[in-house]
């Protein structure tokens, strides 16, 4: 009796472009909710890191009268000078919540000259900045890196450096590889902003002083390649653009709208107009929304990170577009109005108010 072999059937080529298929399909779904998990990770991780230098920032002030940490004053950070030295609020604020040890008193190996303006400057020790036992902020190493020149920061060599190993100021980034921001209100001089540009401005040596000053973050906002992700703050915004608002390619009145956008508080309008608060909210128009001021920071200091896409309020951001009605700027106003003719209301047709920076990507963490 023969036995007969049977042959084993292979997968035909229908077969196997099914399962190729097949599986491009999964990979195609899995790999966006990867990372759209990381990055929520990363927002999470942020967000963890801004609220613990908040806190810090605010042990600070409780054990020092109230007053913000930084070496230096607002009004020297905000100094023309500082447009080059290129010193940033955080490196500022590091001298203080680092811990006193990194701030020596002469020039020697290892050691680096810094400060807002060149006749003021002071030596510091960059490997004892956040290194003291008895710091109020320790960033992990992760979070505390070095951003060269003249890509990453715009600066003077101790601010930054052509190369990571030089001596130089260390600087906090977030989990997304990009420097966090941190806006300190001199509210010593300023206690109540009676106008726009007392409450934000460029520089000092305006007619009146500000509470904030562009200039004591102009290092980073003029970087044509900022962070680990290489972002070009030098851009022109326009809507739907990956450019900053608040970047040195946006213009000056531009830039100072957006920062009373960015940094006021949203319970504390007020007029030059010679009308009331109440007047102006209930005469809709485009007057009336640039007519608003904030009198009050959301805080005493802001700690602020430019989020996912690495842009500090981007002109590409979802917020803008629902935002934007004069040009490349958000205006403190539209936190009152949903338009040039229409007042905001609530679900229950109640005159209402929001935060507009708050429909942004960007993570942003005040304190008091």
């Given at each position: 009796?023969s ?17 190729i ?28 890191l ?16 109230g ?5 230096f ?8 000078d ?8 955080m ?5 203080d ?9 002469s ?16 030596f510091?020790?960059?490997n004892?900045?956040g ?5 109020y902020?320790?960033p992990?190493?992760e ?8 890509g ?35 509210t010593?001089t ?24 562009w200039?004591?973050n ?5 970087a ?5 992700k290489g ?14 608002l608040?970047?040195s ?11 009373r ?43 602020h ?12 951001d979802?917020?803008f ?7 490349n700027?958000?205006d403190?106003g ?6 040039a ?6 679900d ?5 108010s ?12 005040s304190?008091?």
């Open positions: 009796m036995r007969v072999q049977e042959q084993s059937r292979g997968f035909s080529l229908v077969e196997l472009l099914t399962v298929a097949i599986i491009a399909l999964v990979i195609s779904i899995i790999i966006p909710v990867l990372g759209g998990a990381r990055d929520a990770g990363r927002r999470v991780s942020t967000q963890g801004l609220s613990d230098i908040a806190n810090a920032a605010s042990k600070f002030k409780l054990d020092n009268n007053r913000n940490p930084g070496y004053s607002e009004r020297e950070m905000g100094s023309a500082n447009a080059t030295r290129g010193m940033s609020g490196e500022n604020a590091m001298l919540l680092g811990g006193q040890k990194a701030i020596v008193a020039a020697g190996a290892g050691i680096v000259s810094v400060g807002p303006i060149a006749n003021q400057a002071i510091v020790n960059p004892l900045v290194a003291d036992e008895g710091a902020f320790k992990s190493r979070y505390f890196v070095a951003q060269t020149s003249p990453q920061q715009v600066g003077v060599s101790g601010h930054t450096s052509s190369s990571e190993n030089d001596p130089q100021l260390l600087d906090v980034v977030d989990s997304f590889g990009q420097p966090v921001l941190f806006w300190s209100a001199d010593h300023v206690p109540q902003a009676r106008s726009a540009a007392n409450f934000a401005s460029i520089a000092t040596g305006a007619a009146q002083p500000a509470m904030f000053y200039n004591s102009a290092a980073f906002l003029q044509n390649n900022l962070g680990r972002e070009d703050m030098t851009l022109s915004p326009t809507p739907g653009q990956k450019a900053s608040i970047g390619g946006a213009g000056t009145t531009d830039r100072e709208s957006t920062l956008a960015l940094l006021g508080s949203a319970s504390a309008p007020a007029t030059g107009s010679g009308s009331t608060v109440d007047q102006v909210l209930s005469s809709p128009s485009m007057a009336a929304i640039q007519g608003l001021f904030p009198a009050r920071g959301r805080g005493a200091f802001v700690v990170a430019a989020g996912r896409d690495g842009i500090y309020l981007s002109a590409k979802r917020g577009g629902s935002t934007n009605l004069s040009g700027r958000l403190y539209m936190n009152f109005f949903q338009s003719n229409a007042r905001l209301l609530d229950e047709n109640k005159p209402s929001r935060d507009v920076a708050s429909e942004f990507d960007d993570i942003i963490v304190g008091n």
